[in-house]
């Protein structure tokens, strides 16, 4: 199963990630630009490289990162004030507007579906979608994988009622999988690369042909109220650091390996899968905003999320120069 290395070295800040930054509202003129980051994708590269920092010197901007594990909690720190930039799944932001958090869909980007999946043990005795109902599915609440969860089950006739969901973060999830507690576990790149490297894991289905994997860029609404055109240099850049990365895929393999200690053929994985793409950053699209407020919805019907959302209400557009 997943390795003990191999868990420490990407979990190894996950109890640091749990402890919020102190909050604080966010400056009128901006001397401090607060990001909250996963080890993966262009952000991760990113700050490895210094892009960011580098853009927004001239503006007399001082960078800070603090590390998350998941969505979740990354949105509750930006929508409450305590971080200003971030980017997340697709269902995170869904909780966080629903909560009453300040923040904007600001940029967006898609990944490969096949970068998400269900996972079971290599001698599992399921072996098709339909013999989930009734077994323990682990997946982090409010994560893209529920999104994912919810839409395999429904592919097999079922719903969330039909199985036993356990709402664990990947760290939890992984150990849980290791031992054996969970009958299958729902997650997302780069923590199923490191599983799917195993020998004793097997993918019951990827989200290919079941869902579209939208991610976005998040940022806490007062910043960007009155700090419009450093989120514009910030999209801008990443695109820039993304493109670039695509470009050189073999540097960009040996990078994101040093940065999340995931060995290098298995972070080749992740950015070989079908669709994969680090340059396609761009400000919010007419399909991505579509897409959320249609998810929104259906996540509202099926009681996950506790009202009606118009998303749209917090899709932020930079308005022309």
């Given at each position: 199963?997943?390795?003990?290395?191999q868990?420490?070295?990407?979990?190894?800040?996950?109890?640091?990630?749990?402890?919020?930054?102190?909050?604080?509202?966010?400056?009128?003129?901006?001397?401090?630009?607060?990001?909250?980051?996963?080890?993966?994708?262009?952000?991760?590269?990113?700050?490895r490289?210094g892009a960011l920092?580098s853009r927004l010197?001239d503006r007399?901007?001082?960078?800070?990162?603090?590390?998350?594990?998941?969505?979740?909690p990354?949105?509750?720190?930006?929508?409450?004030?305590?971080?200003?930039?971030?980017?997340t799944?697709?269902?995170?932001?869904l909780?966080?507007?629903?909560?009453?958090?300040?923040?904007y869909?600001?940029?967006?980007?898609?990944?490969s579906?096949?970068?998400?999946?269900?996972?079971?043990?290599?001698?599992s005795?399921?072996?098709?979608?339909?013999?989930?109902?009734?077994k323990?599915?682990?997946?982090?609440?409010?994560?893209s994988?529920h999104?994912?969860t919810?839409?395999?089950l429904?592919?097999?006739g079922?719903?969330i009622?039909?199985?036993?969901p356990?709402?664990?973060?990947?760290?939890?999830?992984?150990?849980?999988?290791?031992?054996g507690?969970?009958?299958?576990w729902?997650?997302?790149?780069p923590y199923?690369?490191?599983?799917?490297?195993?020998?004793?894991?097997?993918?019951?289905t990827?989200?290919?042909g079941?869902?579209?994997?939208?991610?976005?860029?998040?940022?806490?609404?007062?910043?960007?109220?009155?700090?419009?055109?450093?989120?514009?240099?910030?999209i801008?850049?990443?695109?820039?650091?993304?493109?670039?990365?695509?470009?050189?895929?073999?540097?960009?393999?040996?990078?994101?390996?040093?940065?999340?200690?995931?060995?290098a053929?298995?972070?080749?994985?992740?950015?070989?899968?079908?669709?994969?793409d680090?340059?396609?950053?761009?400000?919010i699209?007419d399909d991505?905003?579509?897409?959320?407020?249609?998810?929104?919805?259906?996540?509202?019907?099926?009681?996950?999320?506790?009202?009606?959302?118009?998303?749209?209400d917090i899709v932020?557009?930079?308005?022309?120069?």
């Amino acid at each position: 199963m997943i390795s003990r290395r191999q868990t420490l070295a990407l979990f190894g800040a996950a109890a640091a990630a749990a402890v919020l930054p102190a909050i604080k509202p966010a400056r009128a003129a901006a001397t401090e630009f607060r990001i909250g980051w996963q080890k993966n994708g262009v952000l991760a590269l990113a700050k490895r490289r210094g892009a960011l920092e580098s853009r927004l010197a001239d503006r007399g901007i001082s960078l800070s990162w603090s590390e998350f594990t998941s969505g979740p909690p990354l949105l509750e720190a930006l929508g409450a004030g305590a971080l200003d930039f971030g980017a997340t799944g697709d269902v995170p932001p869904l909780f966080a507007q629903a909560a009453g958090g300040h923040l904007y869909y600001v940029g967006t980007y898609r990944g490969s579906p096949a970068g998400s999946a269900i996972l079971v043990p290599k001698g599992s005795p399921i072996k098709t979608l339909e013999e989930l109902k009734g077994k323990k599915v682990a997946f982090k609440r409010g994560s893209s994988a529920h999104n994912v969860t919810v839409k395999v089950l429904r592919k097999a006739g079922l719903t969330i009622d039909d199985v036993q969901p356990l709402d664990l973060a990947p760290p939890d999830a992984a150990s849980a999988f290791k031992n054996g507690s969970i009958d299958a576990w729902s997650i997302w790149d780069p923590y199923l690369a490191i599983a799917e490297s195993d020998p004793e894991t097997r993918i019951l289905t990827t989200a290919e042909g079941i869902v579209p994997s939208y991610s976005y860029f998040l940022a806490n609404q007062e910043f960007t109220d009155a700090n419009a055109q450093v989120i514009v240099d910030v999209i801008d850049e990443l695109g820039k650091v993304g493109k670039s990365a695509q470009g050189k895929l073999d540097d960009t393999v040996k990078e994101l390996s040093e940065i999340t200690g995931v060995p290098a053929e298995v972070t080749r994985v992740t950015l070989s899968r079908p669709g994969a793409d680090l340059g396609a950053v761009t400000t919010i699209t007419d399909d991505a905003a579509a897409y959320q407020q249609a998810l929104a919805d259906e996540f509202y019907k099926l009681g996950i999320v506790p009202k009606p959302l118009t998303t749209g209400d917090i899709v932020w557009r930079p308005k022309a120069s």
